[in-house]
T-cell receptor, first 116, second 112 residues
Framework: AQKVTQAQTEISVVEKEDVTLDCVYE???????LFWYKQPPSGELVFLIR??????QNEISGRYSWNFQKSTSSFNFTITASQVVDSAVYFC?????????????FGTGTRLQVTL | DGGITQSPKYLFRKEGQNVTLSCEQN?????MYWYRQDPGQGLRLIYY???????QKGDIAEGYSVSREKKESFPLTVTSAQKNPTAFYLC???????????FGPGTRLTVT
């Protein structure tokens, strides 16, 4: 069975601060996929990134960066110079492709509040 | 404009009534999914379909039913057998395989 843990329930920062959202996962499969989604107050989940288990290269996209470490089963997400528009709930998720189905297992989310 | 539409955004029903939530996508995706989100919790998978005329139960399928007669559509029926139906329901689709899922805007269902 798969499990995703986001230990930080809520984080509050002041605009322009850097913030890191933690994600720890558990799976016995050697091939798996990790995702981050953003859920703004409107409710729709917005896809941010997908990584597969064979690619541990860190990724940067503008102010967003992701640190994937298989040794610690972590896939952390950092927002640099946070902005008020970054306020949302962020979900980390894991999927395993069985050859016929891919089901996402979500963490419980981290609510990020960015204030002026 | 390609995307996933869910209607309505808010839905109110009396206890004991069945209710059907709509999900339509024009992304030409093969796979579609239904999730339920409760306050302070992550999303839980209700049903999924990898191809037309085929679907499988997710982790919390009891009290729900689905159909997949067309590639574009995957309606979810919340039956009176669902003990606690009040929740936020999200539909998603993907190209299939291990690809990322894209989500609709959701339907907030309240049953009293």
């Amino acid at each position: 069975a798969q499990k995703v843990t986001q230990a930080q329930t809520e984080i509050s920062v002041v605009e322009k601060e850097d913030v890191t959202l933690d994600c720890v996962y558990e799976t016995r499969d050697t091939t798996y996929y990790l995702f981050w989604y953003k859920q703004p107050p409107s409710g729709e989940l917005v896809f941010l990134i997908r990584r597969n288990s064979f690619d541990e290269q860190n990724e940067i996209s503008g102010r967003y960066s992701w640190n994937f470490q298989k040794s610690t089963s972590s896939f952390n997400f950092t927002i640099t110079a946070s902005q008020v528009v970054d306020s949302a709930v962020y979900f980390c998720a894991l999927s395993v492709w069985t050859g016929t189905a891919s089901k996402l297992t979500f963490g419980t989310g981290t609510r990020l509040q960015v204030t002026l | 404009d390609g995307g996933i539409t869910q209607s309505p955004k808010y839905l109110f029903r009396k206890e004991g009534q069945n209710v059907t939530l709509s999900c339509e996508q024009n992304l030409n995706h093969d796979a579609m999914y239904w999730y339920r989100q409760d306050p302070g919790q992550g999303l839980r998978l209700i049903y999924y379909s990898q191809i037309v005329n085929d679907f499988q139960k997710g982790d919390i399928a009891e009290g729900y039913s689905v159909s997949r007669e067309k590639k574009e559509s995957f309606p979810l029926t919340v039956t009176s057998a669902q003990k606690n139906p009040t929740a936020f329901y999200l539909c998603a689709s993907s190209i299939g395989g291990p690809g990322e899922q894209y989500f609709g805007p959701g339907t907030r269902l309240t049953v009293t």
